[in-house]
């Protein structure tokens, strides 16, 4: 997988359609994952597990917000309306450790950022983390999995995207047997909650 990360570069090609025509017309879809080096915060700042408490949480998530309107916002600048956003944007959103009440606490600010994606006519994407494995034969690693994705799902809901914004996740691992990893995959994926399921893509699988 390519680097998470936008090189900076300013200039982005425009393809021109029409004379008079709208950037978002005329723009390249074109995108990136994540980060953009061009600006000087990031949206998936996060903390040691053992350093944890609501008010660091809370902090941190803040950041992260303010920075990811900030990519939006330069992406639009640029012509860039395909973006990956950070799995972490909620640090700890489906570990058990999370105390904070995060749906409701950033709701409003998400609604925010969702209509500025809207307005823009973005379409984005996330992509949980290498743990994130539905067809792991270890009970607690699935039912991890599991709360990892309604996570995703519930960020995507709060920020009001519909169901061409997706979760883009891999089959998981071969564990001795490719046919019955795919099998076990594919039995599994009904369990999802309605939220997850209408947006789960596969990647490269």
């Known amino acids: 997988m390519a680097p998470c990360v936008h090189p ?3 200039d982005v090609p425009i393809r021109r359609v029409a004379t008079g025509a709208s950037l978002r017309e005329s723009a ?3 995108g990136y994952p994540c980060s953009n080096l061009s600006l000087g915060c990031s949206a998936a700042r996060t903390f040691r597990l053992a350093s944890y408490s609501s ?3 809370i902090e ?3 950041a992260n917000l303010d920075c990811l309107e900030a990519i939006l916002r330069w992406n639009a600048e640029h012509g860039i309306r395909y973006f990956r956003i950070s799995s972490g944007t909620i640090p ?3 570990h058990p450790v999370m105390d904070v009440a995060w749906q409701e606490v950033f709701a409003p600010r998400l609604a925010e950022i969702g209509a500025l994606i809207h307005a823009e006519g973005m379409r984005l994407t996330t992509h949980p983390g290498q743990y994130t ?3 792991s034969p270890r009970a607690e690693v699935v039912e991890a999995s599991m709360r990892e994705l309604a996570y995703h799902a519930e960020l995507f809901g709060l920020l009001g995207l519909d169901g061409t914004h997706k979760i883009q996740i891999h089959v998981g691992g071969v564990y001795g047997d490719r046919d019955a990893a795919r099998e076990t995959f594919i ?3 009904p369990a999802l909650p309605e939220i997850v399921r209408r947006r789960l893509v596969i990647e490269n699988d």
């Open 28 to 30: 390249m879809q074109i």
């Open 92 to 94: 700890f959103a489906s």
């Open 187 to 189: 039995a599994r994926v």
């Open 55 to 57: 008010a660091r949480l």
């Open 8 to 10: 900076g570069t300013a």
């Open 133 to 135: 494995l539905l067809n």
């Open 60 to 62: 941190t998530v803040t």
